[in-house]
């Protein structure tokens, strides 16, 4: 839902997918809990995912995933916008 876009000197800033708002990676969670344009989405079951560099904390993304998804389609999913190769 969110992603990580640039870095600043101490703090990252990620991007609301839906709105386009701008928030640090402290700020996103609650802002995701209220944003509008997501409260306009049909509600089905889901997971919120919260993926994070492991060396360099600033990349990070807050994901939300239907409970039927497939791992396998996470996984493609970081791979397209994140992972180099394999």
Not at 27 to 38: F, G, N, S, T
Not at 68 to 82: E, F, G, H, P
């Amino acid at each position: 839902m969110a992603r990580s876009i640039k870095k600043s000197k101490s703090v990252s800033q990620g991007t609301c997918a839906l709105c386009g708002s701008a928030f640090s990676n402290a700020a996103i969670l609650e802002h995701l809990k209220e944003c509008r344009k997501r409260k306009n989405l049909e509600k089905t079951e889901s997971f919120h995912i919260m993926v994070e560099d492991r060396y360099i904390p600033e990349y990070w993304l807050h994901l939300e995933i239907s409970q039927d998804a497939k791992l396998k389609a996470l996984d493609k999913y970081l791979r397209d916008i994140w992972l180099e190769c394999c």
